[in-house]
Each structure stands twice: as C-alpha cells, then as structure tokens.
C-alpha cells in the first residue's frame, strides 16, 4: 500500500515555513515535528504583533524621556535664574575696614594733670564795640514798601508766531470763511498782514479782510482804513475793481452820500469794463440827479 502524500502546495507552504521561528518547538528528541500552515501563520502574526509593541513602547519611552530631559532643563534655567534675582537684590555691604590697635591706641592719649594759671591782674574794662551806622545797614523790607518787580522785556509778537508758510494762511483762512466763522478767518488775514507785510499775499489779505469788516463784522470804518491802504500799496491791482467798489459800499454804510458819490466815480473811471460799471453807474445817478 503506497503511503499517501499531501497535495503540493500544502507541502510548498510547509517547505517555507520550516525556519525555526521558536525554540525549542517540542520537548522530544531530534527534529523537531513540522506545523501546520495555520499554526505557522498564527506564530508569524504572534512575532510581529510583539514586534510591533516593543518598538510602540521603545518610542513611548523615548518621548517620555525627552520631555523629562526638557523639562529638567527648564527647571534648571529656572533655578539659576532665581538664584541670580536674588544675589542681585541683596544689599551691597562695605566691608568693615580693619582694626588698627595701635591707631586706637594712639587716638586715646593719656590726660596728664594741668597745673592752674596763676591769677593775673584785672585788666580794664574794655569799651563795646561800636554799633553800625544806619547807612551801612541793609534796610528792612516792609508790608506798606514793596520791592521794585523787575519786568523782562516783552519779545516782539512776530518771534513768538511760528513760521508758517504764507500760502497756508491763506488757504487756512479761505476754509473758515467757507465755514462762516468770519472772526478766525479774518484773525488768519490780520496775521498775513502783520507777519508778511508789503508783499502781494498782505495786498490779498488786505481787501478780504476789508469785505469781513464791513459784510460780516459790521466794522465799517474798519473796512474803510484796509481798502484805503490796499489802493494806497497797489492802485491798478489784480483787486482794484473790488477795492473801489467796496470803499463805495464803506461810504454808503457810514452815510456820506458825497465820499460814496467820488468814490462811484473814480470806480467807473478806472474799470469801464467791470461787470460792476453799470450797477455803480445807477447808484450814481440816484446820488446825484440832473
């Protein structure tokens, strides 16, 4: 009877899995006795899943490790640091300087007797010393005499203003008459005309101010003294036709028919082609009929 052989690929399957995985596999003598697929298929997973977990914990021990190490340094850091915070916060003493036993033995003389002094004659009475005249005296400050204020001389109001460009103040002042606060504007113009004086932006400066003083400030004469200076510095200006114009309207607001009537005429003799000619011509004719 022939002995019955297994089928080739369970004997190739065994063929491979004939290493020794463990040891010992059996406790009888020689070979040991081959396994089954199965069973070398469930100690091939056994190994590995063991494998698996050492290297698990080797690296869960590895990151413990680490953490402690960082964590001891910082202790450390922290331990030097507060040890030096409080070196550091300790108050310095001066050593004591060193005993000299002969310095203090020396600083301590012996007191020897001292005879008394013979008794002397009695000398004359001296005379007082003389009183110091009321003229060297220094004299006494009173509540009904108070002492001379020394007063510093007042710098010059244009040293104290900073320097401002004089296109800003114009264009400063420009914005609050735009926003109808008529006093900060014409307070900008004023300076214009302090601080730049004789210059085409003071000549500006001069003939707006005027047109506040006399539309928005009711300060005729006023207006009048800023037109009569700005046709007084440029009298064929780029802002004549305003200025004489507005000397008639000053005239008219203080009631002098006559100052109003020559300042007319002067206005359409000089700019007979102002829009203005023919309104100042009317305002003419009404002040002096044929």
Do not use: C
């Amino acid at each position: 009877m022939e002995p019955q052989t297994p089928p080739e690929n369970e004997l190739g399957l065994e063929n491979e899995l004939s290493f020794d995985l463990l040891s010992p596999l059996d406790d009888k003598a020689g070979p040991a006795q081959r396994i089954s697929s199965r069973r070398a298929a469930e100690m091939v997973q056994a190994a590995l899943a063991a494998d698996t977990a050492m290297v698990r914990r080797a690296a869960e021990l590895r990151q413990v490790l680490r953490v402690a190490a960082v964590v001891a340094v910082i202790l450390a850091l922290g331990g030097a640091a507060a040890a030096y915070y409080s070196i550091a916060m300790q108050p310095r003493q001066d050593p004591a300087p060193a005993k000299n036993p002969a310095a203090e033995h020396s600083a301590t003389p012996a007191v020897e007797p001292v005879a008394a002094p013979p008794p002397s004659a009695p000398s004359p009475a001296e005379p007082p010393p003389a009183l110091p005249s009321t003229i060297d005296r220094e004299p006494t400050r009173t509540t009904s005499t108070p002492s001379p204020r020394r007063t510093a001389p007042s710098p010059k109001r244009e040293a104290i203003e900073p320097a401002v460009p004089v296109e800003d103040l114009l264009r400063l002042a420009n914005e609050q008459r735009r926003a109808q606060h008529w006093r900060e504007a014409d307070a900008l113009y004023q300076r214009v005309l302090r601080v730049h004086a004789h210059t085409p932006a003071a000549y500006v400066a001069g003939v707006a101010s005027a047109t506040l003083h006399l539309e928005r400030l009711e300060d005729p004469r006023g207006a009048l003294r800023l037109y009569q200076s700005a046709l007084s510095a440029q009298p064929h200006g780029s802002l004549a036709a305003e200025a004489r114009y507005g000397l008639a309207d000053t005239y008219h607001a203080l009631g002098d028919r006559a100052a109003e009537a020559q300042a007319l005429r002067d206005f359409i003799a000089e700019h007979a082609d102002s829009p203005l000619r023919p309104r100042a011509a009317a305002r003419l004719g009404k002040l002096s009929p044929p």
